[in-house]
C-alpha cells in the first residue's frame, strides 16, 4: 500500500534508494525510488503521488530551510531524491495527454538556478498535453527571444523566478520575447512572484502552482 508520509519523508531526509547509503540510518531502506514505483504499480494517479508524496516533503524541506534548520547541503540531497522521484513520473504525466494543445517554451530567468518549482510545472503542462522547449535555468533574455525566433510555433513563454533579486529579469526578458514576436503570451511564476507583480512587468498571465499554470496556458492559448 502506498506510503505517502513515507514518501514525504524519504524527500525530506534526501533518501533516494535502498542502495543509496544515505542518510546511514535509512540504508537498505526502500527509497524515494522504490515507493513512487510502488505507487505507480498500485495504479495511483501521477498527479497524487507528485502532490501528495513528493511535493508534500518539499513543502517540509522550504520550512526548515527558511527557519534555518536545514542549510543548502541539506537541501541539495532532498532536491535530488526529488529528482529521483519525478523522473519516474514524468513520462505518465506525459502519457497522459494526447496530442500537443501547444509549444511552450520554459526557463528560470538570468541569475537564478531554482528548478525544481520550473520542472513542476514542465511536468503538469507535458502531462497536460503540450510540447515544452526546456531552457534549462540562468536563462538570459537573449536566449529566451532566440528560441522564440528559432521556433516559430511556439506561442507561450514561460517564465519561473524563485528569488527577489532575479525576478526583476522577467520584466527584460517580456520586452525580449514581446519584441520577436509580439503574438507570443508570456506566464510568470514562482514563490516571489505575485498576481499584481505579473500585471505591472506586462505578462499575460500568473500561476501560483503547476497545476494552476496548465489552466492559466490552457486559457492563454484558447484550449
Ligand atoms: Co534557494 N532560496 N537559494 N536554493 N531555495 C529560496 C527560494 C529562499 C526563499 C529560501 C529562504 O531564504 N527562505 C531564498 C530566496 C529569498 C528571496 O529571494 N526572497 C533562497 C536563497 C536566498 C538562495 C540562495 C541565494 C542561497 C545562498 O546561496 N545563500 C541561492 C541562490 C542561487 C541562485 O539561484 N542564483 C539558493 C540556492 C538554492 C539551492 C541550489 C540550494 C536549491 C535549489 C535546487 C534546485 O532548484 N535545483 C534551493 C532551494 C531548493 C530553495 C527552497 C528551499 C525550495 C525551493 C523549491 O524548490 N520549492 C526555497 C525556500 C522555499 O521556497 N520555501 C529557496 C519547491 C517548489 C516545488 O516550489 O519553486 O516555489 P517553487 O515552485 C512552485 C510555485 O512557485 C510555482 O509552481 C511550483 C509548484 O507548484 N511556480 C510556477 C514556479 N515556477 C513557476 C512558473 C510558472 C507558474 C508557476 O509559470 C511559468
Do not use: W
Not at 510555433?153 to 520586452?175: F, P, Q, R, W, Y
Request: aromatic residues 4%.
Amino acid at each position: 500500500m502506498a506510503d505517502f508520509n513515507k514518501m514525504a519523508e524519504c524527500v525530506i531526509r534526501g533518501h533516494i534508494d535502498a542502495n543509496a547509503p544515505y542518510p546511514p540510518d535509512m540504508k537498505g531502506q526502500s527509497g524515494v525510488r522504490e515507493l513512487v514505483q510502488e505507487a505507480i504499480d498500485e495504479g495511483l494517479a501521477p498527479e497524487d503521488i507528485l502532490n501528495n508524496g513528493l511535493v508534500k516533503g518539499m513543502d517540509e524541506v522550504g520550512r526548515r530551510f527558511r527557519e534555518n534548520e536545514y542549510f543548502v547541503p541539506d537541501v541539495l540531497i532532498s532536491a535530488k531524491a526529488m529528482k529521483a522521484g519525478s523522473e519516474l513520473l514524468k513520462p505518465l504525466l506525459a502519457a497522459s495527454g494526447a496530442k500537443p494543445l501547444g509549444i511552450v517554451v520554459v526557463g528560470t530567468v538570468e541569475g537564478d538556478m531554482h528548478d525544481i518549482g520550473k520542472n513542476l510545472v514542465v511536468m503538469m503542462l507535458e502531462g497536460a498535453g503540450f510540447q515544452i522547449i526546456d531552457l534549462g535555468v540562468n536563462v538570459s533574455p537573449e536566449k529566451f527571444k532566440q528560441a522564440i525566433l528559432d521556433n516559430p510555433d511556439a506561442t507561450l513563454v514561460g517564465l519561473s523566478a524563485l528569488l527577489t533579486t532575479t525576478m526583476v529579469n522577467m520584466s527584460k526578458t517580456i520586452e525580449a520575447v514581446k519584441g520577436a514576436r509580439g503574438s507570443a503570451k508570456v506566464i510568470v511564476g514562482g514563490a516571489p512572484v505575485t498576481d499584481a507583480f505579473a500585471k505591472e512587468i506586462g505578462a499575460d498571465g500568473y500561476a501560483p502552482d503547476a497545476s494552476r499554470a496548465v489552466d492559466v496556458a490552457k486559457e492563454l492559448m484558447g484550449v
